[in-house]
C-alpha cells in the first residue's frame, strides 16, 4: 500500500513538473505574438489571379469594405509554436467583444484552463493557475517596454483580418492619405510609418481581402502576420489559418500557427476575471525573466 501511495505521488509531480512547463512554453507563445515589439515583410502568401484594376484610392476603400465586421466572436484553435529551442502545441479559446475585450484561455491538457490572459482598452491582466499569481497593469504604465504606436484595436485588428492605423481606435476611408499604394497585376501594398519610425505593411489581392501584416521597427525587429485558408463564415471571409513570425534582423525568434475552428460571431458573451483568493500579484517583468528561464 505505501509504495502504491510512492507511486502515486511520484506520477502525480511528474504530471505536475509537464504541466508547468508546458503552460509557460504556450503563455510564451502568446505573449511572443500579443506582447511584441516588430515585424518583417509577408511571404508564402496564396494570391488571387484577379487583376488590380481599380484607382489607389478605390481599392483602399474596397479593401475597408471588405473588412471582416463583428461584435462578439468565440473560436477555439490550435496554437503550434516553435522557437530557437522549444517546440510545443496547445489549445487556446479566444473570445473578443468588439473595441471592448478580448480573452485567450490556454488550455495545454484535457481542456484544462492554465492561463488566461485578458486585454481590454487600457489594460492587460494574466491569471497563472498551475502558480496561483496573477499580473495586472495598464498600458500607460507599460508603455516604457514597447517603443511602438499600438494599442487594443490594433491588436484586435489582427486577430481578425483587418487593416488598421498604428495607435488609432478605428481606420476609415478618410486615412487613406496615410498611407503610400503600390500595385501589380494582382498584389497591392499599404505602407506607412508611425511617430516612433516604424512601418507598417499591408498586403492584399485582387480580391481586396487582406493577405498579410508586417511590423518592422528602427533596429530591424519584425513580426510577420500572414491570413490563408479563407472560408465564408456570415457571408463573410475569415483566414481560418494565421502564421506569425517574429524576427531579429535575419533570425527568426519563433514561429507561431493558429489553426481555428469555424468561429461564431454575434452571440453573447460572458467576459469574467476572477482572481481566487491566496493569488501573488506580479510584474508582467517578473512574468518574462521566468519564461526566458525555460
Avoid at 154 to 166: K, V, Y
Avoid at 250 to 266: R, W
Amino acid at each position: 500500500m505505501k509504495k502504491q501511495k510512492t507511486n502515486y505521488l511520484i506520477t502525480r509531480t511528474n504530471l505536475q513538473l509537464k504541466l508547468n512547463s508546458n503552460i509557460w512554453k504556450a503563455l510564451y507563445g502568446v505573449l511572443m505574438v500579443c506582447l511584441f515589439a516588430a515585424c518583417k515583410s509577408p511571404s508564402g502568401t496564396t494570391t488571387s489571379s484577379t487583376e488590380i484594376m481599380k484607382t489607389e484610392e478605390a481599392f483602399f476603400v474596397s479593401v475597408l469594405d471588405h473588412s471582416f465586421r463583428f461584435k462578439t466572436l468565440s473560436t477555439r484553435m490550435k496554437l503550434d509554436f516553435s522557437g530557437m529551442q522549444n517546440e510545443f502545441s496547445s489549445r487556446v479559446h479566444l473570445k473578443m467583444i468588439y473595441n471592448d475585450c478580448l480573452q485567450l484561455s490556454v488550455q495545454p491538457i484535457l481542456g484544462i484552463e492554465m492561463i488566461r490572459i485578458e486585454m481590454t482598452n487600457d489594460s492587460i491582466k494574466i491569471l497563472d493557475r498551475m502558480n496561483k499569481r496573477y499580473m495586472a497593469d495598464s498600458y500607460e504604465n507599460l508603455k516604457g517596454e514597447t517603443k511602438i504606436d499600438f494599442n487594443f484595436q490594433n491588436l484586435q485588428a489582427l486577430f481578425t483580418n483587418r487593416m488598421f492605423i498604428p495607435g488609432e481606435d478605428e481606420i476609415s476611408t478618410k486615412h487613406y492619405r496615410h498611407f503610400r499604394i503600390s500595385k501589380n497585376n494582382n498584389l497591392a501594398e499599404l505602407k506607412l510609418k508611425d511617430r516612433n519610425g516604424s512601418f507598417y505593411t499591408f498586403m492584399a489581392d485582387g480580391e481586396e481581402k487582406l493577405l498579410s501584416t508586417t511590423i518592422e521597427n528602427k533596429n530591424k525587429q519584425t513580426l510577420t502576420w500572414d491570413y490563408s485558408d479563407f472560408q465564408r463564415i456570415d457571408k463573410q471571409r475569415f483566414p481560418m489559418k494565421m502564421t506569425t513570425r517574429l524576427s531579429s534582423g535575419n533570425q527568426t525568434q519563433g514561429t507561431a500557427i493558429f489553426t481555428f475552428s469555424l468561429p461564431e460571431i454575434n452571440n453573447p458573451l460572458k467576459m469574467d476575471f476572477n482572481i481566487p483568493s491566496g493569488y501573488t500579484r506580479v510584474t508582467l517583468e517578473q512574468i518574462i525573466n521566468s519564461l526566458r528561464k525555460k
